[in-house]
Nanobody, 127 residues
Framework: QVQLVESGGGLVQAGGSLKLSCAAS????????MGWFRQAPGKEREFVAA????????YYLDSVKGRFTISRDNAKNTVYLQMNSLKPEDTAVYYC????????????????????WGQGTQVSVSS
């Protein structure tokens, strides 16, 4: 069983930046693909970014390309989401997720592909 704990959310003005962190328990973190998803009020959960076990394959939602950066530190069992040039439409609860693909090269972009989820952290961007 893997536990994921997100942190780093908050309230920021449009154009500002936040860095989310997701700390994972367990000794097998390095073999997992990791993803970030978000869910705004009244909307379905959507994919934001994902990377494979060693960070070589990375995918982004088109609307965040060039603004968000996903990364991981396997020595610290942590995945990050650096968010720059934030917009009001980025307001949502952000969730990290882990897929135990056993060193799979291709991280899932659908939520159904993930095995473990964090509780989420709120990101609010004011205009």
């Amino acid at each position: 069983q893997v536990q994921l704990v997100e942190s780093g959310g908050g309230l920021v003005q449009a154009g500002g930046s936040l860095k989310l962190s997701c700390a994972a328990s367990g000794r097998t973190f390095s073999r997992y693909a990791m993803g970030w998803f978000r869910q705004a009020p009244g909307k379905e959960r959507e994919f934001v970014a994902a990377l494979n076990w060693e960070g070589g394959n990375i995918y982004y939602l088109d609307s965040v390309k060039g603004r968000f950066t996903i990364s991981r530190d396997n020595a610290k069992n942590t995945v990050y989401l650096q968010m720059n040039s934030l917009k009001p439409e980025d307001t949502a609860v952000y969730y990290c997720a882990a897929e135990d693909g056993e060193y799979s090269d291709y991280p899932p972009v659908l939520s159904i592909g993930y095995d473990y989820w964090g509780q989420g952290t709120q990101v609010s961007v004011s205009s």
